[in-house]
């Protein structure tokens, strides 16, 4: 019995000596660094489509930044070589978050132009526009519906969307601005997209990484939208208005909503942002985003660095300094041809 | 530490409001410390626990986080069968553990519920010494937050398990008073488990893959979960007080995720033997 008490004791006391082993516990920078590096290496999913695009090779990188980190540099200057590394990646989903700032890329819409000013989209919207969850509407002189929708984290239910078609029922058509649209949601995608399709309809592919070689990956899955449950569903012209602000969900949208056949974009190229991010800790406890699952067309063409639009429209100079926005009368007249 | 302080001060007194209120409550009873229920009796424990979690969940980070974990467990045990040779044991448990990480700037909150019911034969039944045990039903369902974590803030835990339980119980006397020590041991075999896979997204699984790909056959070879609790009973008043040390140690290694999740815990619990009446049938 003795024995046996023993043996349960000597249990107990293992166990309690027992912990959770630590994956990265070496937070110098150099430890922060490699962890940093590593984590990317195993985890980012656009290494091989970047390398084709322009050359991205990661262990370059490795050796090109790793003679820049020492461990007795401090954490602002550990901070500026961890975001130059990630900036090699050319990702708006890439970001470094800590509090002496939020690491990014924004060259996917800082480097070109515009094409969106509020105070210009405030003319066609007026005073007395209406608001329904994260969309502000307004019926246009020439009874076109316009939506203006500036954040797909904001909400697009059914509820509100029901709410608009009925109140653009007898317009001829609808304009969907999503410039500047830094993304969200991507349920909001679908969600959107069900009232403008009478049927099951694909509208891209996605997968997932599923180790850590940079070719790990799960097969291609395929996106499908099905038509919203409720009456009210759009079958009349369709015009989507983008710029370089267009990113993340709303890049999504704008790839899946071009697979509508009464759906035409207007304007610029989207930001990008074709991959699903996700959230990381380095071990100095930095948060870390990347993106993780690559999404492509109805094609199968990645949309990391944007979707064309169909008719490539810019702001004028002449038209901006009249209040005009250039986009959005092209998508009236565009709309206004069908007009009998 | 003031709020340390506090919380340890309210717990004493929750702890002796408890068991005054069981001692007042409880019949008279022949306190038979360490040994299994008769026929028409059964045994309840209520208790509390206060213990560190320590969690490192692939799907939500690579570092480990640490931090104060309170439950509050309930177990029921009783004779079962025409003999006294059977004992159905049923047991309750919520805990929940607000942890962070080692440089103290990320924090995720954990919440566990188990419940499990076992069947167990007496395999050795003597004055002082009685070793039980038998199949049992295992289930863990809860969940880890990370508040610092956009697209990935949650992930559900959810397992079923066939498993099986056991537990030796030593009646001795110290200084002359009648005390038990208790070993309790749980080892789930076999059953399912509910865990995203390396890099699948919330969006993939809920809206394009129908969970399919996050749900698991889970076996010893790529899950393990061992639950054990050492208690001392020591007979006060019409009761008895326990005093026990509780580990739940869950690893699994599925779709190329490592998650761990080691609770240690000191439970303080109140125990009393209950007749249980038939009504005549």
């Known amino acids: 019995m003795r024995r046996i008490l023993a043996a349960f004791i000597l249990a107990i006391c293992i166990c309690l000596a027992s912990c959770v082993p630590d994956t990265y516990s070496d937070t110098t920078p150099t430890g922060c660094f490699e962890a940093l590096w590593t984590l990317m290496d195993e985890h ?50 890439v970001n470094l978050s800590t509090s002496i700032d939020f ?24 005073t007395d526009y209406r608001i329904g969850g994260g969309m502000r509407y307004q019926i246009l002189d020439d009874n076109i519906g316009y939506v203006y929708y500036g954040d797909f984290s904001a909400s697009a239910s059914d509820t509100y969307w029901n709410r ?71 079958q009349k012209p369709v015009a989507v208005l983008t710029n ?56 199968g063409r990645h949309i990391e660095f944007g979707v064309d639009p169909d008719v490539k429209v810019d702001i004028t100079e002449e038209d901006m300094i009249r209040g005009v926005d250039t986009i959005i009368e092209s998508a009236r007249s565009w709309i206004n041809s069908f007009v009998k | 530490m003031m709020a340390r ?31 299994l229920p008769l026929k028409n009796e059964k045994l309840s424990a ?60 990320g924090s995720m909150l954990a919440l566990d519920i188990n419940w499990r019911m076992s069947w167990e034969r007496a395999w050795l039944k003597r004055d002082n010494l009685s070793i039980t045990a038998g199949p049992q ?3 863990k369902v809860g969940g880890l937050y990370n508040s610092r974590s956009s697209n990935n803030p949650a992930v559900p835990k959810v397992y079923l398990a066939a498993s099986v339980a056991g537990q030796a119980v030593y009646g001795f006397r110290l200084w002359n008073y009648p005390m038990a020590l208790e070993w309790r041991a749980e080892l789930p075999l076999i059953g399912y488990n509910f865990s995203p896979t390396y890099g699948l997204q919330y969006y993939e699984m809920v809206y394009v893959d129908s969970f399919s790909e996050a749900s698991h056959l889970a076996w010893p070879g790529n899950l393990n979960n061992f639950c054990q609790r050492l208690s001392l009973d020591i007979p006060m008043g019409g009761v008895q007080l326990r005093l026990s040390y509780y580990g739940d140690y869950f690893h699994y290694d599925i779709g190329g995720l490592d998650c761990r999740i080691y609770e240690n815990s000191c439970m303080i619990g109140v125990v009393r033997r209950f007749e249980i009446k038939y009504n005549g049938r």
């Open chain 1, 44 to 93: 980012y999913c656009f290494f091989d489509y970047k390398a084709q695009e322009y050359g991205l090779d990661w262990d370059e990188v490795h050796d090109r930044y790793g003679p820049m980190i020492s461990d007795d540099m401090d954490d602002e200057a550990l901070f500026e070589v961890l975001c130059n590394m990630l900036s090699e990646l050319r990702d708006g989903h």
């Open chain 1, 103 to 126: 690491g990014r890329y924004w060259s996917w819409w800082e480097d070109y132009p515009v094409n969106y000013y509020e105070h210009i989209r405030d003319g066609y919207l007026r």
């Open chain 1, 164 to 234: 608009i078609l009925s109140y653009f029922k007898l317009c001829n058509g609808i304009i969907i601005d999503v410039r500047s649209n830094g993304g969200g949601v991507l349920t909001n995608v679908d969600a959107i997209m069900s009232h403008f399709t009478e049927e099951k309809v694909l509208c891209g592919y996605v997968c997932h990484k599923t180790g850590p070689g940079h070719d790990d990956f799960s097969g291609w899955k395929e996106r499908w939208v099905e038509p919203a449950s409720s009456e009210l569903r759009w």
């Open chain 1, 244 to 299: 370089r602000g267009c990113f993340s969900a709303t890049n999504t949208f704008v790839s899946s909503m071009k697979v509508l056949p009464q759906v035409v974009v207007f304007g610029d190229r989207t930001g990008g942002g074709g991959g699903i991010p996700f959230s990381t800790e380095l071990p100095n406890g930095w948060s870390v985003r990347y993106s993780s699952a690559p999404m492509t067309d109805v094609d």
């Open chain 2, 5 to 35: 302080c506090h919380c340890s001060n309210t717990l004493c007194a929750v702890l002796l409001v408890l068991a005054t209120a069981v001692s007042a409550t409880s019949r008279a009873q022949d306190c038979r410390v360490g040994s």
């Open chain 2, 46 to 105: 209520h208790s509390i626990m206060l213990g560190v979690l320590e969690v490192k969940d692939g799907f939500m980070s690579p570092l480990k986080y640490r931090g104060p974990m309170i439950d509050f467990a309930s177990e029921v045990r009783r004779s079962i069968g025409c003999g006294e040779s059977w004992y159905r044991t049923s047991f309750f448990k919520l805990g929940f553990s607000p942890t962070t990480n080692h440089s103290d700037n």
């Open chain 2, 137 to 139: 039903i295992f289930t």
